[in-house]
């Protein structure tokens, strides 16, 4: 067990707040304890922030050299690929492979926005009169609070610090109270490579206290959340009464859709993947599953057998798919959940239950979960689980199938499942959702752009524009032959 300091304006401290634990999903040992941030190293960080991003060696840095930071995190990462991997796998019980997939992930994501640097600048537009040239030009923005979830820590956290930096702001990252470890670490990665003191803070702690008190600063000009729809919408409060802008990637219910001419062997793979990877502790979990009554027999029974197949235990294997949820109160959630869908008329395919293996019952186990006979009105059809559990509903109607998979609050991503693309086309503009997967499901790309539709969130991440984001543009008239102005004679 180690005791760990906290990063505040360039400055490793002990945090001022009280005593906090991270504690390893899988046996609930304690791996390290800090004491979290209070609201003087908020305001120590925040003054840092401003002072460092406003320096003129920071300011005016050419963003080629701001590039050269963030290729040197991502080869530190690339480097250290192992410890940061054992790290995150700690942090939030996430299998080996997957956090394996995130750290390298988050090398990508550097490398990525170092390259946006190289590359981005302003605008000359048109211009309207022969005597004026009118420029259009970027600026940072100032102070960012960056606020990340507990379940792809080190993925999140890089996809707000890398395009924030590069655009040549400060950061204060707030990560999960669950998950410290891995955005500390990013700390020091960053400071390795040079990143001017101050640029960056940690402030590990409760979101009610660290996180409410930096987003209400009247120095952080720009709140860029992930997490709950709930508190995404409180922070969307916050930014209007400051009149600031803010990112907000939230909650998610998500559609998956196999259609009748669906391979079904590629389909069945594919749900799998997307609803019991990461323990279904993602927004875009395919949570939701719609099945064409044609196929529904074969389909299930293939779905079924992949999933008995997935091996449940220590997420520190390779070979396991199933770690544990974050935390014994969060499995309790997910129980609530499934026998309430019980209760509802639902019935357990497969799964709703604690592993019964001895060696797994020190940990937060919950085995995947597949329930049928409710419909999309259902509880666990519109409400976020944010565990391993799978609703199944059979359609044989294409045009009540897209106002079911359109009946929620969420619009985050939906999946389809079919070898007809002009079909696939048609039915992805249907889908009021931010992100559509063809044939595949829950894979990435950081140059696409990634957000949602309803309350599923605003703005986007990810991408060239991405950086425009984290940045102000200004506008500078030229006079190329300045006369005096004949109105006041």
Known sequence: MKKLDIFVGGKWQQ?????????????????????????????????????????????????????????????????????????????????WAEARGLVMSAAATARYFAAVCEVSGGELPPRRQSDMMT?????????????????????????????????????????????????????????QAGLPAGLLSVLPGKGSIVGDALVRHPLVR???????TNTGRQLAHIA?????????????????????????????????????????????????LFVAKAIYKPFMERLTALTQQLIIGDPRQERVHIGPLITPAHRESVIRYVTQAINEGGTI?????????????????????????????????QEEIFGPVLVVIPFDDEAELIDEANDSIYGLAAGIWTKDYTRAFKLADALDVGTVWINTYKVFSISTPFGGFKESGLGREKGIESLKAYMQQKSIF????????????
């Open 349 to 381: 395919r497969l799964g709703g239950e604690i592993p019964s293996d001895p060696s797994l019952q020190e940990g937060n186990y919950y085995q995947p979960t597949i329930i049928e006979g409710l419909t999309n009105q259902a509880s666990v059809c």
């Open 15 to 95: 945090g001022r707040g009280n005593e906090m634990h991270s504690r390893f999903p899988g046996d609930q040992h304690i791996v390290a304890t800090l004491n979290s941030a209070n609201l003087e190293d908020v305001e120590d960080a925040v003054l840092a922030a401003d002072k460092a991003w406003r320096a003129p060696s920071w300011r005016s840095q050419p963003s080629h050299q701001r590039a050269t930071i963030l290729l040197k995190v991502s080869a530190l990462i690339e480097e250290r690929i192992d410890e940061l991997t054992h790290l995150q796998t700690l942090d939030n019980g996430k299998p």
């Open 240 to 288: 209007a009464d400051k009149l600031i802008t803010t990112s907000l990637e939230l909650g998610g219910k998500s559609p998956t859709i196999v259609l009748e001419d669906a391979d079904i062997e590629l389909a069945a793979h594919g749900v799998c993947y997307g609803i019991f990877s990461s323990m279904g502790q993602a927004c875009i979990a395919g949570s939701r």
């Open 135 to 191: 420029l259009s030009t970027y600026q940072p923005v100032g102070v960012i609070a960056a606020i990340t979830p507990w379940n792809s820590p080190i993925a999140s956290d890089m996809q707000k610090i890398a395009p924030a930096i590069a655009a040549g702001n400060a950061v204060i990252l707030k990560p999960a109270e669950a998950t410290p470890l891995i955005s500390l670490k990013l700390a020091e990665l960053f400071e």
């Open 478 to 489: 030229l006079a190329l032959n300045p006369q005096p102005n004949r109105w006041c004679e």
């Open 222 to 228: 720009k709140i860029s959340f992930t997490g709950g």
